[in-house]
């Protein structure tokens, strides 16, 4: 079985079983990997456990040429839709391997994440962290269809080609392994999407020159990311293939490879390609290099100072993935890794020197009611904490069974002052703090579409705010809580949106192809955030374009339109926030470098570059990017 997972840094861990999950994910734990420690979390609560049936689902078929979609009233209307996306992978992966399947696959759907983790296709494949699987054995498919329409149609494409590679290269006859690099890199290939996330870790990896020798690697190599070999240099590889010999050289690369794997063949390299192994890396290993030359003398995170994450030589906590500063600017809430008890905390970090203050999830698995942390999946760049106006407290999402609750922890004490169970929603995430205190906006699925909702905490009354047809994200509160801003995914592109309270009119800020992450506000008209924007006045080739796409922290005048550019990284800078300090303040955002994660900060004196939101375009026609059409 392979399966694509939504853990932050780990969006797709294949795994044959999910005992072999754990044995994995605990292995490379106890090497310090934050990405790891992650996915362990994720798994810990459910490793041995029954799958628990919350929901009874009345299951029907519908034929296509190529499939058997099973599915149940509640997806009906997206029947055509999801049809469309499979029969269109299809024709695309068939035409590039020029081969066909000999039976129909069975493409189980579900409308939501908390009822695919209720599947038993494979009894226990479908944790939280999971976002879809495919299994070989009977050629199934099981997913939910709650992603934004291009991630989703990439996620069909990915679990699809699976199926491809399964026939190609039968797992019964199979005498000697596949590199899971292999499997994992031809469908993110066939997938055709880069992340920002995923296009940082080849670029580090290629400017670092940590790029291992593929031809001897097999699983997740010595890397401390299992994404980075098997998915990320394994996509680049076919690039590579498909650069050097054409698409027919990924072709006969993996027929090639299949005699070699069930016996006969010569070396898969050798007869498809005419390259010895050794050639083969060397030749990789340039093209990489050439491919991202540009970008070696680019910003380090050494380049802002000191690094403010958890002293992994000092203490048992390694990195920060998330952050949120303190209102008075004295503390930073971070999302790390606890190596010594092996989970994912929630640390306070003094914001002048890095020192812990205080692990504030300790034993949260065990002593404070809830199973783990809420994951951010492929969204983790957004928000995942809140303080309260008085810096008291602080808001995150957990999981209790099927549903996820809203927690409210008294950062003094420790104590859960609050435990809310969002039984009216799918998959809640992003809390944000209105200025009074007395209201959360958050973002949440409801029927599989994304929209942003507040939560009144002394009534618990549940609102949509936004409720279109978007993929709506990240809330945030502007200081006088008279409007929100949010993310929005719009044709194909995150976009910063403003959501104004009383009149409910929404009015598009930052335009233009490029990424934008949640915002922040400096003061009541200046936000921070990440954006994979580049000066538009200075000209890319389209090479350099491709090949970037990188998080930089930018600032935004919502009364001008003046955009600033403050980081030019070679990795990426995100979750930007502002650390108080009296009449001034800081920016502190997460870097990446050589596969690890800090916490930097500097200070807003001239800027890199500056623009105008007009200069990278303006409203037009947005096509939704959700389940509702």
Not at 227 to 254: C, D, S, T
Not at 485 to 492: D, N, T, W
Not at 587 to 614: C, D, N, Q, W
Request: charged share 25%; proline share 5%; net charge negative.
């Amino acid at each position: 079985m392979l399966m694509r997972t939504r853990v932050p840094l780990l969006s797709t861990t294949p795994v044959a079983s999910a005992p072999l999950m754990f044995v994995a994910l605990l292995a490379l734990l106890l090497a310090g990997s934050a990405s790891i420690a992650t996915a362990q979390t994720s798994m810990v609560p459910y490793f041995g456990k029954n799958n628990i049936h919350y929901d009874k689902f009345d299951w029907h078929i519908y034929t296509t040429d190529h499939f058997e979609i099973y599915y149940y009233p509640d997806i009906e209307s997206h029947l055509e839709r999801l049809a469309g996306y499979a029969e269109s992978a299809y024709q695309q992966i068939s035409a590039d391997l020029k081969h066909d399947l000999s039976s129909k696959i069975q493409l189980v759907l579900f409308k939501t994440h908390s009822e695919f983790e209720q599947q038993n296709v494979i009894p226990g494949a479908a944790e939280e962290g999971v976002a879809a699987f495919a299994e070989p054995i009977r050629q199934r498919m099981v997913l939910p269809i709650d992603e934004p329409s291009d991630q989703l149609y990439g996620l069909v494409v990915h679990e699809l080609t699976h199926q491809f590679e399964f026939d190609i290269i039968p797992t019964s006859l199979v005498r000697r392994s596949v590199p899971l690099w292999v499997n994992e890199g031809l469908s993110e290939y066939e997938r055709g999407q880069w992340t920002p996330t995923d296009l940082m870790q080849i670029r580090d990896a290629a400017v670092s020159d940590t790029v291992p020798k593929m031809s001897e690697t097999d699983g997740y190599g010595n890397s401390n990311s299992p994404r980075l070999v098997p998915y990320n240099l394994g996509h680049a590889v076919f690039e590579f293939i498909e650069a050097k010999f054409g698409k027919e050289g990924i072709r006969q690369f993996m027929f090639a490879l299949r005699k070699s794997v069930i016996g006969g063949g010569e070396d898969a390299y050798e007869e498809a390609l005419r390259m010895k192994k050794d050639e083969f890396d060397q030749a990789f290993e340039r093209y990489l290099k050439d491919r991202f030359k540009p970008f070696r003398d680019k910003e380090r995170p050494a380049d802002y100072g000191r690094d403010l994450s958890p002293n992994k030589e000092k203490t048992s906590f390694a990195e920060a993935l998330s952050i949120a500063p303190s209102p008075s600017g004295d503390l930073i809430a971070a999302v790390t890794v606890n190596r010594k008890d092996r989970e994912f905390d929630i640390v306070l970090i003094s914001s002048k020197d890095g020192s812990i203050v205080r692990n504030l999830t300790k034993g949260f698995d065990k002593d404070m009611g809830f199973d783990h942390l809420v994951l951010m999946g492929q969204r983790f760049e957004m928000p995942w904490l809140s303080w309260s106006p008085k810096g008291d407290r602080l808001a995150y999402f957990v999981r209790t069974e099927k549903e996820r609750a809203l927690v409210i922890q008294n950062v003094l004490t420790r104590k859960i002052e609050d435990r809310i169970p969002m039984k009216s929603v799918d998959e809640p995430e992003s809390p944000a703090f209105a200025p009074d205190g007395k209201t959360i906006a958050f973002a949440a699925l409801r029927g599989g579409v994304g929209d942003i909702y507040s939560l009144d905490l002394a009534t618990k009354e549940v609102t949509n705010l936004t409720d279109d047809a978007f993929a709506d994200a990240a809330p945030v509160f502007s200081p006088d809580g008279r409007y929100l801003l949010y993310s929005r995914r719009i044709s194909g592109s995150q976009k910063l949106f403003r959501f104004d309270v009383a009149t409910k009119k929404q009015t598009q800020i930052t335009f233009g192809t490029q990424d934008e992450t949640s915002a922040q506000f400096i003061d009541d008209h200046t936000i921070v955030f990440s954006s994979t924007a580049t000066d538009p006045a200075v000209p890319l080739e389209p090479e350099v374009a491709k090949n970037g796409n990188i998080y930089n922290i930018w600032t935004l005048d919502t009364t001008t339109g003046e955009l600033r550019q403050y980081t030019d990284a070679l990795g990426g800078n995100w979750s930007g926030v502002v650390l108080n300090e009296g009449k001034t303040s800081k920016i502190a955002f997460v870097s990446y470098y050589k596969g690890e994660y800090g916490i930097h900060t500097l200070e807003r004196k001239e800027p890199l570059h500056t623009a105008a939101t007009a200069d990278f375009g303006e409203p037009g026609q947005n096509i939704p990017c959700s389940t509702r059409w």
